[in-house]
């Protein structure tokens, strides 16, 4: 069981929320998310919100070739390099909003260690090229399990010893909205109809085929769907294992986390399988227009900050939403109380 942000503070920070010079519950959603990341901070006021940090997992999945995706697997390649030139889409939602950015590639199809513009920390923990087809094969030996659990435990413990008071987990794999929806199933014991989601675009004839191919997936592993390492390893990949053991740590090392699509949603669903309570060290960034993720963030009883359409993935539902937060904590921290102000 993962220890809550402090009780205590979050109280003490409701009782300041409840004495500024606002009309009591006029910043709605914006009070509670401050008292949330006061608690999380243990300290009230809270300290002004200026080290986030987004960890961008990548990873390609032997399922992106069965017709589950509108984009073929070389875009993943393509787009770790647009990240490390800054100009993907969550680029430029890191650079105005202050995030730092780091990518890993978990098991990207391309080698991109040959690349010079490819520095060796983001090539150092690939476990494999290609997560394996779902619906066929498990995703993960346990020997790549396990070295992709470690890689994403290492990756957080790195950025919270640099100073993060804020974690962001982001994706990119072509293919990867089929196991973040499978993990939803198997998690929430639905059938793949429900929580299978449309990704990148695709037509309603390619949305039913999807669909067969998530319940052939669950059909396939069975029970084993009932313990959360195995649906992992089962119905994963290299990338979202990586990711799920970065949130576990965040939450055990008491660092919270502002959560972004449905990869980053169905990941931490597993984390709350894997190590009860993670969830309360979770705030959602945002609404996605996958169905399972809503589903996951209704189970998690998480409210997201922001639901704009978004279905970019890369971290950047939870980047728009830095700001809000910022704003938040900058409101608790800020403004005057009442019994002051009336002398
Ligand atoms: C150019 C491009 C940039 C992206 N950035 C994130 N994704 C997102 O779309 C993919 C998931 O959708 P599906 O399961 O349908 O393939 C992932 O790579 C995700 O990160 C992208 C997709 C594309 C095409
Ligand atoms: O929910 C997401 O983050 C998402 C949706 C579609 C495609 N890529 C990401």
Redesign the pocket.
């Known amino acids: 069981m993962i220890t809550p942000p402090d009780v205590l503070v979050h109280s003490e920070a409701e009782a300041r929320l409840a004495g500024l010079a606002t009309p009591p519950g006029a910043l709605g959603r914006l009070g509670e998310v401050a008292c949330w990341f006061a608690a999380t901070q243990g300290q009230v006021p809270p300290p002004a919100l200026t080290d986030v940090r987004l960890v961008i997992f990548a990873g390609d999945h032997g399922v992106?070739a069965h017709g589950?995706?509108?984009?073929p697997s070389e875009?993943?390649g393509a787009?770790v390099r647009l990240f490390l030139a800054g100009k993907?889409?969550v680029s430029a939602l890191a650079a105005t909003h202050d995030v730092s950015v780091r990518v890993l590639d978990l098991g990207v199809d391309a080698d991109l260690a040959d690349d010079p513009a490819v520095s060796p920390d983001v090539t150092a923990r690939k476990v494999r090229r290609s997560s394996g087809a779902i619906h066929l094969t498990d995703a993960l030996s346990q020997e790549e399990y396990d070295r992709a659990w470690q890689a994403g435990c290492d990756v957080a413990r790195d950025e919270i010893a640099a100073g993060a008071q804020l974690l962001i987990s982001g994706?990119?794999?072509?293919?990867?909205?089929?196991p973040a929806a499978a993990m939803v199933a198997a998690a929430l014991g639905l059938p793949a109809a429900e929580v299978t989601g449309r990704?990148?675009g695709?037509d309603d004839a390619s949305w039913q085929h999807k669909v067969g191919v998530v319940q052939q997936a669950l059909d396939r592993v069975g029970a084993r769907a009932q313990d959360p390492h195995e649906t992992l390893r089962a119905l994963s990949s290299a990338d979202l294992t990586a990711t799920t053991a970065y949130l576990v740590t965040a939450a055990e090392a008491g660092v919270p986390v502002l959560l972004d699509g449905m990869?980053s949603v169905a990941c931490a669903l597993t984390a709350e399988r894997i190590a009860p309570g993670a969830a309360a060290w979770f705030a959602a960034g945002h609404r996605s227009t996958e169905p399972g993720q809503s589903l996951a963030l209704e189970k998690l009883g998480l409210e997201p900050l922001l639901d704009l359409g978004l279905r970019?993935?890369?971290g950047s539902g939870a980047v728009a939403a830095v700001p809000v937060l910022r704003g938040a904590v900058a409101l608790l921290r800020d403004v005057a109380l009442l019994s002051e102000v009336m002398g």
């Open positions: 992106a589950v995706s509108a984009f875009i993943t787009m993907a889409g994706d990119m794999g072509i293919g990867n909205t089929t990704g990148t695709i990869m970019l993935g890369e």
